[in-house]
């Protein structure tokens, strides 16, 4: 049994839902249900038997195409796991944009940023040479940077928390740096960090990392690991943006794109292409008297 969430425009949710209903008989497949959830009245659940996902997925995307997703094999159910991508995700910005921003560099660098999101340059490689190009800036740029550019996401607070009040692990995995990705922890309430190491000496960037390489690999990693940790049946929730990001969402038992590139929304169970991030909390059917408010 195949189950789909998802939040659409209220005015055309008729119209949109017979059409898709259509298309999803013409296969072939049968639509065992469908109803508003008692918990979220704003969210429409699909039980679709024997249904293609790739299948059903594209026809939601072609009926609903304003509208936030998740598509389940299963009884969808609250995670006892969170991972989460940290720039443009968590927080609305790049912090290695931003950070080149202080050295007239921002341009340049957001546009190699852009381009290893969208996974048309190798990870690493492009990591190393933006942070190259941020050798002598002063580490005080880091803290000005924190305090006049770095912003949570809407509802990234209310999900964590939510979560966490839940009884679910959270954490904060990042291709980033520590040195903006442990205060954001801190700030959202996210329980473990992973991320990168920036190099400083005498008070400035040397224009290198200190340690291993956070990359998709290793985000994917700790999903994993993370789940045999907590134990057999865990459940795992995973959302992030960009090409690096793919090989944990596809990992996770729900993997959500939030804002995402193509290859990344095209990897994920579902999508968040219209709400903030409490959308995710729709989703997973936690009513709205149950969230945790920041």
Known sequence: MLIARLIAEQETLGDNLALAMELIEARDWEVAGAGMLDTCEDVLELEVVEG????????????????????????????QLFVSDMDSTMIGQECIDELADFAGLKERIAAITERAMQGELDFESALRERVGLLRDLPETAIRQCLDERIRAMPGARTLVATLKARGCHTVLVTGGFHSFADPVAQMLGFDRVVG???????????????????????????????????????????????ANDIPMIAAATYGIAYRAKPKARAAADGWIDQGDLTAILKLLGVAQDQWVLD
């Open 52 to 79: 293609n996902p790739a299948g059903i997925r594209q026809i939601l995307d072609q009926c609903f195409p304003d509208s936030d997703l998740l598509l389940s094999d299963g009884t969808i159910e609250l995670p």
């Open 196 to 242: 990168n190491r920036l190099g400083l000496a005498d008070g400035v960037l040397t224009g290198g990392l200190d340690g291993a390489i956070v990359d998709s690999s290793v985000k994917k990693q700790v999903l994993l690991d993370e789940t045999v940790r907590l134990g057999e049946g865990t459940l795992s929730l995973a959302t992030g943006d960009g």
